[in-house]
């Protein structure tokens, strides 16, 4: 069973993941991406540091979580991550790069513990902390368990004013012990490189280079005696292959024979003939997500798919069981199932628990896994709004959770303050050019007059619909009141409700499917039929003014 965890990955895998379990584990802690890396080197008492990075919640800071997670490194055992973490300590100060490192080592730690014997781990970061982050490494796993530093070329240009251009990424790759999986992992040939090294051309324009059919050193064998009336042993050499093989290889036009009468037989090598070049610790021909990819979903830190591939394809086999503790939206655990690996995803907001629920029943059809730490039926979601009611902070959580129900992001994007009745968004159309804003109510007492609200909050801010998502059935006063909002329509697309209300019920049932987003005219009756397919018989029809 594949499993999906929300929650502190410290807490997770402490609670959930066994010793020596895991094959695999790549991880791509989130740091500040959104902000300048420069605050980070403030001290916790710098008003500009706390200014920028609170609206984030990739950031993490010197605090009472920090200087905890600084002691559990020392009390840890692990004599060498603590001296290396005290240096560290006194060489940065208390601020958000030592709160980093501190929550790093703590995790590093632990991923050492659920590797097994001959697993490995890598880790993606920039330059920014890569080399505070390959001490830690060094003390956790030990520096003779280094095995590469691989450099991605994420990006072809990156103007700076003042600096060399940032243009890549660092991965570090450790294994836990002296023996390790690898496997050989070949790309395909640049064009360049064909067009250079492949330099000869048959008749029929397919490229070809001359490759050596000898070996040195003499045999006494059957590649030792003469061929062609060449004598091989004379010359100090051995054929490649018995006379035998080579007769073939000539009768097919393997064999390319030199113009001049003394010049040696070589082997004609087509590109399909060779398995690709080697994987190199440069990599540059996986290019980044790009702003228009069909695959890219909206995550500031997305990777390729790709890239994960090739790690996942040269240090893990079919079967095997790969972790990520930052899964994000969810590249990792895409690629470990794709490939046919069993996989593990940690990560702490809602949101990206969310999405990589969509993206892989998206991708894979029939796909199976477990969601831990979010609820997974109706009672659950109403133990989790109860808490909320004492727990504002929890509240937020059970807020971003039923939005991630219907693929919606929160309305206020992390920042604090007023939401001005916007929890939550949705983009639609061909350019994402409509805008449905989501209201979620999770008290018992709903009524007609938050229709009302929400409609007024739709006219305020020119949005074309409004999605009314209730842990509450509705009233009949308040259908009537959405139903009375009338209906939107995009041109060329289908009219829907202007005003949808959806129940959590509802929207864990159906997901994104739950709220009516415009559709192409012609796409109606092709997605009615495949809603009905999935056993969804009503989905079309139960919306309020829905015809």
Known sequence: MNHLYYGDNLRVLRDSIRDASVDLIYLDPPFNSNASYNVLFKGPAGADSAAQIEAFDDTWHWNDSAEEAFGEVVRSGNAAAATMLRAI?????????????????????????????????????????????????????????????????????????????????????????????????????????????????????????????????????????????????????????????????????????????????????????????????????????????????????????????????????????????????????????KLGRSWIGIDVTHLAVGLIEKRLRDAFEGVQFKTHGVPQDLEGARNMAARGRDDKNYYFEFEKWALSLIAAQPGNLGKKGADKGIDGNLFFGTKQEGWALVSVKAGANVGVSMIRDLRGVIEREKADIGVFLTLTEPSKPMVTEAAAAGQFQLPGFSAVPRIQIVTIE????????AVRLPARRDDTFKRAAKEQDRGAQGALDFRVGDP
């Not at 080697?278 to 695959?295: F, Y």
């Not at 079967?319 to 990520?324: P, Q």
């Not at 509802?506 to 499917?513: G, P, S, T, V």
């Open 89 to 337: 300590r006194q060489f940065l100060g208390d601020n958000d790069m030592m709160a980093y490192l501190a929550m790093m080592a703590v995790r590093l730690i632990e991923l050492h513990r659920v590797l097994k014997p001959t697993g490995s781990l890598y880790l993606h970061c920039d330059p920014t902390a890569s080399h505070y982050l390959k001490i830690l490494l060094d003390a956790v796993f030990g520096k003779e368990c280094f095995r590469s530093e691989v450099v991605w070329k994420r990006t072809s240009s990156h103007p700076s004013a003042k600096r060399w251009g940032p243009v890549h990424d660092i991965i570090f790759f450790y294994s836990k012990g002296k023996t390790f999986l690898w496997n050989k992992v070949y790309s395909k040939y640049d064009p360049e490189y064909l067009e250079t090294f492949f330099d000869m051309t048959d008749p029929d324009g397919r490229r070809w280079k001359r490759s050596d059919i000898t070996g040195s050193g003499t045999r006494n064998g059957e590649t030792g005696l003469p061929w062609k009336g060449i004598d091989i042993t004379a010359k100090g050499r051995h054929w490649g292959n018995p006379p035998s093989v080579l007769d073939a290889l000539d009768a097919a036009g393997r064999i390319h024979w030199p113009a001049k009468e003394d010049g040696m037989p070589r082997l004609k090598q087509y590109p399909e003939d060779l398995p690709g070049v080697p994987i190199a610790d440069i990599i540059t021909d996986i290019r980044p997500m790009h702003n228009l990819s069909e695959d890219r979903l909206g995550y500031p830190t997305q990777k390729p798919v790709a890239l994960l591939e090739r790690i996942l394809n040269a240090s893990s086999n079919p079967g095997d069981t790969v972790l990520d503790p930052f899964c994000g939206c969810g590249t990792t655990v895409h690629a470990a199932q």
């Open 506 to 513: 509802q929207a864990m049932a159906l997901r994104d499917r």
